[in-house]
T-cell receptor, first 117, second 115 residues
Framework: AQSVAQPEDQVNVAEGNPLTVKCTYSVSGNPYLFWYVQYPNRGLQFLLKYITGDNLVKGSYGFEAEFNKSQTSFHLKKPSALVSDSALYFCAVRDGSRGDSNYQLIWGAGTKLIIKP | DSGVTQTPKHLITATGQRVTLRCSPRSGDLSVYWYQQSLDQGLQFLIQYYNGEERAKGNILERFSAQQFPDLHSELNLSSLELGDSALYFC??????????????FGSGTRLTVV
């Protein structure tokens, strides 16, 4: 069965420090991995994705994520956090070997990121 | 603007009532997904439609139903509302054939408050 785990409900980081939001996954085929961000009272916005190629993926707002196949992880990172990065972050995965109309993303529970000035 | 339109943005209604939430997907997207998000909670998948047909069902209550119309817009009907149904309801769309490497495009949600 496909699954996504975000082991931390909340991550607290001081502004200017590096941040990491963790995500591990389980799929039977090729993982397509995504990160989305949700600001208060807003819909989810796409941040970045890994489909194939370089393990380090760069996305919006200076975020990047590293795909690690052996550890089945896709952690979200940023070298220097901003207060405006405070939001709810969701990791998602789909099985890339399935190409049918039941295409679905499997979502993690979300991690609240709090950046303190 | 994500291209996915949800109406209304806010809805306040009394217990026992019925409401209809509407979603217009991004132009050309065939799949529509409905999610429920309670306060500070994760996303609960409710139901998926693909080109007018139901394709997957999640944790959707029997009091809830949905449909997708020929023009691809979708409606989520919530009936016999309870206080616990108060939540943000999101619609998302995607199209495997057009953008298989991309995830979903989300609407801004409908905030339902049951009083």
């Amino acid at each position: 069965a496909q699954s996504v785990a975000q082991p931390e409900d909340q991550v607290n980081v001081a502004e200017g420090n590096p941040l990491t939001v963790k995500c591990t996954y389980s799929v039977s085929g090729n993982p397509y991995l995504f990160w989305y961000v949700q600001y208060p009272n807003r819909g989810l916005q796409f941040l970045l994705k890994y489909i194939t190629g370089d393990n380090l993926v760069k996305g919006s707002y200076g975020f990047e994520a590293e795909f690690n196949k052996s550890q089945t992880s896709f952690h979200l990172k940023k070298p220097s956090a901003l207060v405006s990065d405070s939001a709810l972050y969701f990791c998602a995965v789909r099985d890339g070997s399935r190409g049918d109309s039941n295409y679905q993303l499997i979502w993690g529970a979300g991690t609240k990121l709090i950046i303190k000035p | 603007d994500s291209g996915v339109t949800q109406t209304p943005k806010h809805l306040i209604t009394a217990t026992g009532q019925r409401v209809t939430l509407r979603c217009s997907p991004r132009s050309g997207d065939l799949s529509v997904y409905w999610y429920q998000q309670s306060l500070d909670q994760g996303l609960q998948f409710l139901i998926q439609y693909y080109n007018g047909e139901e394709r997957a069902k999640g944790n959707i209550l029997e009091r809830f139903s949905a449909q997708q119309f020929p023009d691809l817009h979708s409606e989520l009907n919530l009936s016999s509302l309870e206080l616990g149904d108060s939540a943000l309801y999101f619609c998302a769309s995607s199209d495997r054939d057009r953008s298989p490497n991309y995830g979903y495009t989300f609407g801004s949600g409908t905030r339902l408050t049951v009083v």
